[in-house]
């Protein structure tokens, strides 16, 4: 998306003046190449009359704020005592003023704030231009320090953020032990039974039964005698055990772009070749950018 704003604005607008172009030999292609430009304005009242370019930045902006603000609504639910499957390094979180034994995600509670801050800038640039006619009007004034304080905000949210995921802990085993307690495997159970030839409707209504059951019981899935899980369908058999454990559960959703591990491998590896490709993008604007300043 940020690609895709740059491509946007990436294009002279030297010649267009006011709205109608000029009578001045201004060369527009030539002075677009040297000043690193890819391309020119291909009709001059367009290249006055709109900040499209700004919006579009803008709106990539409250995008990529809201998914840091998804991101920091789970980091702070899984910091919690209750859950307890992080924790945050002392280095981005805050004791509180009255509870000493508080350890604040403040980063994670401020990027979330800050994201309604940046859909602000979004909504008043787009109220700004709403009844402009067209070409350029004083009101486009008003674009500037919306799009500043943008960049300065998001630029702070990404950094920020950077360290604070490297240098936070996984709890693996308050993680696992939730797991082993819940019924998180029931689906794979019904699973099971599918693949036994079960149709997967009947399937679901067994396995509700039996968390119906283990619940009633205070048991888990797994903590079921072979002889109880033969009276909820004769198609179980001692393999259940071996499906229902927390590791096979994860490692066998194994389709395209699932979340078992060799999967995650593979995004990894596609995630790391997009960055590099995105760094060799960075590194061609910044040389074009020393050359024009």
């Not at 709890?171 to 939730?178: E, F, I, L, Y």
Request: charged share 25%; hydrophobic share 40%; aromatic share 8%.
């Amino acid at each position: 998306r940020l690609t895709g704003c740059y491509e946007m604005a990436d294009a002279s607008p030297l010649g267009a003046c006011a709205l109608a172009g000029t009578t001045y030999p201004t060369m527009p292609k030539e002075t677009a190449e040297k000043l690193h430009f890819s391309k020119c304005y291909g009709n001059s009242l367009d290249a006055v009359s709109d900040r499209d370019y700004l919006l579009q930045f803008l709106s990539f902006a409250s995008i990529c704020m809201m998914h840091l603000s998804r991101l920091s609504e789970e980091l702070i639910l899984w910091s919690t005592g209750e859950f307890g499957f992080i924790e945050l390094d002392d280095g981005y979180s805050t004791g509180s003023s009255i509870m000493p034994q508080k350890k604040n995600p403040d980063i994670c509670e401020l990027v979330r704030g800050k994201t309604g801050r940046v859909y602000g800038h979004l909504v008043a640039l787009l109220t700004v231009m709403k009844g402009l006619p067209l070409a350029y009007d004083k009101d486009m004034q008003e674009d500037k320090e919306g799009v500043f304080d943008t960049i300065d905000t998001l630029r702070f949210a990404l950094d920020i953020y950077a360290g604070m995921l490297s240098t936070m802990t996984v709890n693996g085993a308050r993680t696992r032990a939730v797991l082993e307690n819940d019924f998180s495997n029931a689906t794979d159970m019904a699973d099971y039974l599918a693949k036994k030839g079960l149709p997967f409707r009947r399937a679901h209504t067994v396995v509700g039964n039996a968390v119906a059951y283990c619940i009633e019981n205070r048991k888990v899935l797994l903590a079921l005698t072979m002889e109880e899980f033969k009276k909820m369908s004769p198609l179980f058999e001692t393999d259940i055990y071996e499906v229902l454990q927390i590791e096979n559960c994860v490692k066998n959703r194994d389709s395209y772009g699932g979340t078992g591990p060799e999967q995650v491998k593979r995004q990894q590896r596609e995630a790391k070749k997009i960055v590099s490709r995105q760094k060799k993008l960075a590194a061609e604007w910044k040389e074009a950018n020393a050359f024009i300043e």
